[in-house]
T-cell receptor
Framework: SAVISQKPSRDICQRGTSLTIQCQVD?????MFWYRQQPGQSLTLIAT?????????ESGFVIDKFPISRPNLTFSTLTVSNMSPEDSSIYLC???????????FGQGTRLTVV | GNSVTQMEGPVTLSEEAFLTINCTYT??????LFWYVQYPGEGLQLLLK?????DKGSNKGFEATYRKETTSFHLEKGSVQVSDSAVYFC??????????FGKGTRLHILP
């Protein structure tokens, strides 16, 4: 299974600012995804991070708010832009390789916007 | 579209009780099915999986059988422990490799 390092693990941010979350995997993976888990809620897929091209966003999520980069097969970033208290959530990176059935998850970034 | 429905929580049981958490799904094709667990303050971990009809996934005393005829993947454990207290998510993997989650069921086990 892949080992996923996500940074930062938590942060408290002022409204109107932006935060970039990093996801590093210890092996090359086919797929990388970003999820949001709002307090007490389930996980919602934000987007699929595509290597070398624009991410594919799910309904309700847009690139201006959640720009994503994936420069190679082991690294991706998610930026939460112009934050408001409603963005307070846990953001999780998920990866899947060609040979795995399941996806693996990072420990998550707990974001609080004040 | 694809979706997962699981029983609402919280579920509170005494130690050594029998556990069932119901999960049903809607999907096109033949998805893979999963149970993930999130222990307090920790990340999401895969508990068990099944990739085709009639497969039984098992781990740590938990079991779930992929029932195509009832589109279900109920989680069971014969004797729960306090350490099983966590949030359990039923999930499916769609054809484009996206994981779709149920709302989660919080389980409390009392000593």
């Amino acid at each position: 299974s892949a080992v996923i390092s996500q940074k930062p693990s938590r942060d408290i941010c002022q409204r109107g600012t932006s935060l970039t979350i990093q996801c590093q995997v210890d092996s090359q993976v086919t797929m990388m995804f970003w999820y949001r888990q709002q307090p007490g809620q389930s996980l919602t897929l934000i987007a699929t991070a595509n290597q070398g091209s624009e991410a594919t966003y799910e309904s309700g999520f847009v690139i201006d708010k959640f720009p994503i980069s994936r420069p190679n097969l082991t690294f991706s970033t998610l930026t939460v832009s112009n934050m408001s208290p409603e963005d307070s959530s846990i953001y999780l990176c998920s990866v899947k390789s060609m040979f795995d059935t399941e996806a693996f998850f990072g420990q998550g970034t707990r974001l609080t916007v004040v | 579209g694809n979706s997962v429905t699981q029983m609402e929580g919280p579920v509170t049981l005494s130690e050594e009780a029998f556990l069932t958490i119901n999960c049903t799904y809607t999907a096109t094709g033949y998805p893979s099915l999963f149970w993930y667990v999130q222990y307090p303050g920790e990340g999401l971990q895969l508990l068990l999986k099944a990739t085709k009809a009639d497969d039984k996934g098992s781990n740590k005393g938990f079991e779930a059988t992929y029932r195509k005829e009832t589109t279900s993947f109920h989680l069971e454990k014969g004797s729960v422990q306090v350490s099983d207290s966590a949030v359990y998510f039923c999930a499916l993997r769609s054809g484009d490799d996206k994981i779709i989650f149920g709302k989660g069921t919080r389980l409390h086990i009392l000593p």
